[in-house]
C-alpha cells in the first residue's frame, strides 16, 4: 500500500515537473519572438526609412549609392516577412502560455504587431510607388 501511494505520488510529480517544463519552454519562446521581433521591426524601419531618403543622403564616397534600390527594396522586403512570420509564430504560441493573463497579454500585443507591421507595409508600398514615378520620370 506504501510502495503503491509513494508511486503515485511520484508519478504526478514527473507528470507536473513535464506539464511545467512545457509551459516554461513556451514562455521562453515568447520572449524569444519579441526580441526578434524588436529586432527585425528595427532593421526593417531603417529600410524603409533608407528607401524614402533613396537619391538624397545615402551617398558614398564616390557619389555613389551606397545600396541600390533593389537592394533596399529586397531587405525591406525581408523584413516585413520576417515581421509576418513572427506575428503567425506569437499566435501559435499565445493560446499555450500557462496564464490566462500571460494569453490576454500576448494577444494584445500581437494585435498591435498587426497594427505596426500593417502600417509600415502602407508606408513601404508608397514609398515604392513614389520612388518607380520619380525615378521612372526621369529616364
Not at 524588436?38 to 524603409?48: L, M, N, Q, S, V
Not at 551617398?59 to 533593389?70: N, V
Not at 513572427?86 to 497594427?115: C, G, I, M
Request: with cysteine.
Amino acid at each position: 500500500m506504501f510502495i503503491s501511494l509513494l508511486i503515485t505520488k511520484l508519478c504526478s510529480f514527473i507528470i507536473y515537473e513535464i506539464c511545467s517544463y512545457d509551459m516554461d519552454e513556451v514562455v521562453v519562446e515568447v520572449e524569444k519572438t519579441k526580441r526578434e521581433w524588436e529586432e527585425a521591426y528595427e532593421k526593417t524601419i531603417g529600410h524603409i526609412i533608407s528607401i524614402q531618403q533613396y537619391g538624397k543622403s545615402r551617398r558614398g564616397d564616390g557619389g555613389e549609392e551606397k545600396f541600390s534600390l533593389q537592394r533596399l527594396n529586397g531587405l525591406a522586403q525581408d523584413g516585413l516577412s520576417l515581421l509576418n512570420s513572427l506575428q503567425f509564430n506569437l499566435d501559435l504560441l499565445a493560446p499555450q502560455l500557462p496564464s490566462d493573463d500571460q494569453v490576454q497579454s500576448t494577444q494584445s500585443l500581437l494585435e498591435t504587431w498587426k497594427n505596426q507591421y500593417h502600417r509600415y507595409l502602407e508606408i513601404w508600398f508608397t514609398v515604392c510607388l513614389w520612388n518607380l514615378q520619380h525615378f521612372t520620370s526621369r529616364i
